[in-house]
């Protein structure tokens, strides 16, 4: 996680130098072929409003989650067995763990390293009860819609998780550390390609 993390700051601290060499005249910058050097992503289509501005909402647009389905949940008595096939057939590493009954009670999460670490690595049926081995909910760590991403990002690193539920009194959502640190990338790039703009005198 803590890799994630460096990856980003290296590409900007790649980026910053030639930036200045470009200002003083004496070289080119190809922002593209900067960032395909480390593997950064960039979307052309995503409003470029600052990372201050940017929020949990706006990466659930992007993942196209603004409906939440019952592929983002179990129950506590499924067994671990079916949470991993819902989460391989939905391609996501993590599922909210309900209460039973028919109200949203959220009792903990389950995750991809759950399975790995406690039915793998310790030999356990993979028919055990989704309640015996996921986080409870008091240890769970959330976010809010309106959660500035950055902010989102500290709590997920200084906590060691790679996967949030996003509550906004119930379950609007899920991100990883892997949507965070996309969006911060992409606001850096934008930020890059304008100061290339002004740099090559684009703006007056």
């Known amino acids: 996680m803590q890799g994630l993390i460096r990856r980003v700051r290296s590409c900007w601290e790649t980026v910053r130098p030639a930036i200045i060499e470009q200002s003083r005249g004496r070289i080119a910058v190809e ?12 979307s052309e ?14 990466i659930l647009m992007t993942k196209r989650e603004e409906q939440v389905g019952s592929w983002l949940w179990c129950r ?7 949470a991993m096939k819902n989460m391989a057939e939905h391609n996501i590493g993590s599922l ?22 406690k039915i793998i690595g310790q030999g356990r049926s993979k028919y055990t009860r989704v309640g015996e081995i996921m986080t409870d909910e008091h240890k769970l ?13 500290r709590l997920m690193t200084d906590n060691h998780i790679r996967h949030v539920p996003v509550i906004d009194g119930k379950i609007v959502g899920m991100i990883s550390i892997v949507d965070v640190v ?23």
Not at 76 to 82: A, G, H, L, Q, R
Not at 96 to 117: C, F, M, N, S
């Open 96 to 117: 909210v763990v309900l209460k039973p009954g028919e109200q949203q009670h959220i009792a903990g999460i389950i995750t991809e390293r759950d399975y790995l670490r």
């Open 141 to 153: 760590i959330t976010v809010t819609s309106d959660m500035n991403i950055l902010r989102a990002m």
């Open 45 to 58: 289509s995503q409003q470029e409003k600052g990372l201050e501005n940017v929020t949990v909402a706006d």
């Open 31 to 42: 922002r593209k072929s900067v960032f395909s050097r480390f593997g950064c992503a960039t």
């Open 182 to 204: 996309r969006a911060v990338v992409e606001q850096q790039t934008g930020e890059l390609k304008r100061l290339n703009d002004f740099i090559k005198g684009k703006y007056y």
């Open 76 to 82: 506590i008595n499924d067994t671990v067995d079916d």
